[in-house]
């Protein structure tokens, strides 16, 4: 049950990611053809949905995302679809947080504002369908066999993470700031992969 619902966290903040994304794409449409009060509102709102709703999505979105693969058999390189969504979620966020957001005023540039938000939902819509079809073969470096799922209790405490960063950017950092997530996503494999090396260790006679 903790599995599917990781899935469906996943699912729906990648949906979530993409929703908003258009959403700022409209009203950064609707800001720059606009003038004076409205035009300043329309940024306004633009912004809103970037720092209040976006970002939380983009980040959780991701760091679902590299759960899901560290804790199933899936793995993180062993697939290229699989690695090809890292690549191009990485990509969205480092774009969206230095050349995205900064932009997002009315000095900024409406080139950057418009094709910013419109690849990015464009590039969220590519990653559902390579989530469905789950195209090319295995990566060259995949070992033989198959990774083991991780323990109920994993997929359970991934779910807590999102909620954890948000109590803590909210109440104690005063900004959004996945740093639980981010510690998470780098200690986690290295101790799965010494987990993995011990237990070969132990098998062999």
Not at 30 to 47: E, N, T
């Amino acid at each position: 049950m903790t599995r599917k619902l990781l899935v469906w966290l996943h699912v729906i903040t990648s949906t979530g990611w993409m929703c908003m994304a258009l959403a700022l794409f409209v009203a950064v449409t609707y800001a720059l053809d606009a003038s004076g009060p409205s035009r300043a509102a329309a940024f306004d709102v633009a912004l809103r949905i970037d720092v209040d709703v976006l970002q939380f999505m983009a980040t959780t979105s991701a760091f679902t995302g590299l759960a899901l693969s560290g804790l199933t058999p899936w793995g993180y390189f062993r697939h290229w679809w699989v690695l090809v969504k890292f690549v191009i979620t990485f990509t969205q966020l480092y774009v969206g947080i230095f050349v995205l957001s900064p932009n997002l005023h009315p000095a900024g540039s409406p080139a950057l504002m418009l094709l910013g938000s419109l690849l990015m939902a464009s590039a969220l819509a590519f990653q559902v369908w390579l989530s469905v079809a789950k195209p090319f073969k295995r990566t060259p470096w995949a070992k033989p066999g198959k990774l083991p799922t991780a323990p109920a209790w994993t997929f359970a405490a991934a779910l807590a993470v999102p909620a954890a960063d948000h109590l803590l950017g909210e109440y104690l950092l005063g900004r959004s700031t996945p740093a639980l997530s981010l510690l998470v996503v780098i200690v986690h494999p290295i101790v799965r992969a010494r987990t993995r090396r011990q237990s070969k260790l132990i098998r062999v006679p």
